[in-house]
């Protein structure tokens, strides 16, 4: 039985066609792509946190982009030869979901990790504390 059973019963069927059969949601038509706040981002079904919005950028594409995730231990890489193209798909390894693509054209020769808004929960600063990642506000401070 897998772990996350009961987070990957509760998803939408967006949620679940991303995350469990590596779908892609609408390019501007998804909740976190134009999402600025400070927070965080986690995985939507192990509840991890992959990525922060001291990461996050607008690569006018329509998905959430991201220059790195949190840590490199969060994201796993795979070859995609899907669509008639080849690239590279980034997975949690906590839960093995489907989060996006990697592409080598980030801002200042950084990477952008293309991020499927259906795979993630966002966690605004100000409710850190509430939602149990208070660690993580040290993040925020300047």
Not at 28 to 54: A, H, Q
Request: charged share 30%.
């Amino acid at each position: 039985m897998n772990k996350y059973e009961g987070n990957i019963k509760a998803l939408t069927e967006e949620q679940y066609n991303v995350t469990q059969k590596n779908g892609t949601e609408k390019p501007f038509e998804n909740e976190y792509y134009n999402e600025f706040r400070e927070g965080i981002y986690l995985d939507i079904v192990s509840k991890e946190v992959l990525f922060t919005s001291l990461d996050k950028f607008d690569s006018h594409c329509g998905w959430p982009s991201f220059t790195k995730p949190l840590t490199e231990k969060v994201v796993a890489e795979r070859k995609d030869y899907s669509h008639y193209m080849i690239r590279t798909e980034i997975r949690s390894k906590e839960s093995n979901s489907h989060l996006g693509h990697v592409f080598n054209d980030g801002p200042n020769g950084s990477k952008r990790y293309c991020i499927n808004s259906a795979s993630l929960i966002f966690i605004p600063k100000e409710k850190l504390v509430e939602e149990g990642y208070q660690e993580y506000l040290s993040l925020f401070t300047k």
